[in-house]
């Protein structure tokens, strides 16, 4: 998608987007004499302007006959957050519509460029789709729309939207992809392979260590989740050297491309989602193609812990002991608590290679995060609290919402092993704190920490404003901001 902004509306075919505020019909008076017509059309459809809502319609526009499409702004001042939805719902109504080009006028909006430019972004983000599985699809279902211009927006709006936003839509976009691609075209070999590809010329420094690399470094954990499964398992170091010498910030990804469950085996039904399992590796590599593409001012560790989850003659069993790169113990008590193993040598690695000033890691780890929030807000749990507080507030500016959850000495209890240092699962109950408890256990004393567990937020069964139904790329823009917000200042 093609994203531009000019002073002026362009001549030729194109549908115009109005945004309206509540009730407030002023923005309609650029229509001429269409605009009483188009203000009785709003008030017979009961429009109320509320934010993302919108009303299509065909009226003169001043001689041409023009598709116009009216888009909420609420009552409000327009924030970023709304611009986003103005650019997203336009995109959504005419994606497929048969319209080439999309004129949004905010002229009347009073938007600086950075919020002019977050217009675009919603644009861009919307307008996202992989049809590459997709050999029949009739012309009315084919994306129509290649270019989004948007007017009346201040001076710099361009450069802002090029230098600071167009480089999240790629970061955003890759990990979409990555999320949605199956699991017999992107597996740990391929991920890299693919990544590497999207990365080349991005400035960013490759590291990838295969299996013997792994085993000398006696990364049992990890190892032993991949064994079962033909595909071999990788780490993906990627390095973003932006800040001078201060110490890296890092964040670590789980890459379980593809989660059977291995020997404890998941029921079959809905399965063929564990393509997602990636979810946390994809969203940091989408947000270090982001990094690198605004150049930013930090210093920025990225890990993937890459492997395939399944059953077979060699796989991991249930009361199996597996030996961490930290030398700590683990009886593995489900096959299907896999995430944490990989998490657990992967944290390990960062500390002694980067000794980052803090950890973040993202993860699809636990069906429990998803009965405890929905699919509104993914868990952060963390030993500091004001890793917290710059996460929540990186969180509320970028839209990847965050709740935080409690974590304690009683819960850490509960993993403890009669056979070893620790068990990879406790009871039923707390099941997403308990295996936030086992990732601290891999923790240095005085390192910052928190594990983001995003299992309700990488894949939505439905559309929002800014993403259609399924990959959502979660966790890229969070990753984004925290470092805007955090280390670039």
């Known amino acids: 998608m093609k994203i531009r902004f000019a002073d002026q509306r362009p001549e030729g075919e194109f549908a115009l987007v109005l945004p309206v505020a509540g009730n407030d019909r002023s923005a309609l008076a650029s229509m001429g004499t269409a605009q009483a017509a188009l203000g009785a059309a709003l008030d017979s459809q009961r429009f109320d302007g509320e934010a993302a809502s919108a009303q299509e319609n065909f009226a003169d526009d001043h001689g041409t006959m023009r598709r116009i499409l009216v888009v909420g702004t609420g009552t409000e001042s327009v924030t970023g957050e709304v611009a986003e939805k103005l650019g997203g719902t336009a995109a959504a109504k005419l994606l497929t519509s048969g319209v080439k080009t999309a004129v949004i006028d905010v002229s009347g909006l009073g938007l600086d460029t950075d919020a002019a430019a977050r217009v675009g972004l919603g644009a861009a983000l919307r307008s996202w789709r992989y049809d590459r599985y997709h050999t029949k699809l009739k012309d009315k279902h084919k994306p129509s729309l290649t270019e989004v211009l948007i007017v009346g927006a201040p001076a710099g709006t361009q450069k802002r939207y090029d230098e600071r936003w167009a480089p999240v839509y790629q970061g955003v976009a890759?990990?979409?992809?990555?999320?949605?691609?199956?699991?017999?075209?992107?597996?740990?070999?391929?991920?890299?392979?693919?990544?590497?590809?999207?990365l080349k010329g991005s400035g960013l420094e490759?590291?990838?260590?295969?299996?013997?690399a792994m085993e000398k470094l006696g990364m049992g954990a990890l190892l032993g989740v991949a064994q079962g499964?033909?595909?071999?398992?990788?780490?993906?170091?990627?390095?973003?050297?932006?800040?001078?010498?201060?110490?890296?910030?890092?964040?670590?990804?789980?890459?379980?491309?593809?989660?059977?469950?291995?020997?404890?085996?998941?029921p079959a039904q809905g399965m063929e989602a564990m393509k997602w399992d990636m979810g946390g590796a994809g969203a940091v590599v989408g947000a270090m193609k982001a990094l690198a593409g605004r150049k930013a001012k930090a210093n920025v560790i990225g890990i993937c812990?890459?492997?395939?989850?399944?059953?077979?003659?060699?796989?991991?069993?249930?009361?199996?002991?597996?030996?961490?790169?930290?030398?700590?113990?683990?009886?593995?008590?489900n096959t299907d608590a896999e995430g944490r193993l990989v998490l657990a040598d992967a944290l390990t690695y960062v500390q002694r290679n980067f000794k980052p000033s803090a950890i973040i890691d993202f993860a699809t780890l636990t069906g429990a995060i998803i009965i405890s929030l929905g699919h509104e807000y993914a868990g952060i749990f963390t030993n500091n609290d004001?890793?917290?507080?710059?996460?929540?507030?990186?969180?509320?500016?970028?839209?990847?919402?965050?709740?935080?959850?409690?974590?304690?000495?009683?819960?850490?209890?509960?993993i403890d092993s009669p056979i070893a240092d620790m068990k990879n699962v406790g009871p039923r109950e707390g099941g997403s704190i308990t295996a936030a408890q086992f990732i601290k256990r891999f923790v240095e004393k005085g390192t910052p920490w928190a594990h983001i567990d995003i299992a309700g937020k990488a894949w939505a069964d439905k559309a929002s404003a800014t993403a259609e139904k399924g990959a959502t790329g979660f966790g890229v823009r969070l990753i984004d901001e925290y470092v805007a917000e955090v280390c670039e200042r």
Do not use: C
Not at 256 to 264: E, N
Not at 310 to 333: F, K
Not at 386 to 398: C, I, T, W
């Open 174 to 198: 890759l990990t979409r992809e990555l999320v949605t691609e199956p699991a017999n075209i992107i597996y740990p070999e391929s991920f890299v392979e693919r990544v590497t590809a999207s």
């Open 206 to 212: 490759i590291e990838v260590l295969d299996r013997a």
């Open 229 to 266: 499964s033909v595909r071999e398992a990788r780490m993906m170091v990627l390095k973003w050297n932006g800040g001078g010498d201060s110490r890296p910030i890092a964040f670590v990804g789980k890459g379980v491309t593809f989660d059977t469950g291995g020997i404890s085996i998941k």
């Open 305 to 333: 812990g890459l492997v395939e989850n399944m059953p077979g003659g060699n796989a991991q069993r249930p009361g199996d002991v597996v030996t961490t790169m930290s030398g700590q113990t683990v009886e593995v008590i």
């Open 386 to 414: 004001e890793l917290a507080q710059k996460l929540g507030s990186a969180a509320n500016a970028s839209g990847d919402k965050l709740w935080r959850m409690p974590m304690g000495e009683p819960f850490d209890r509960l």
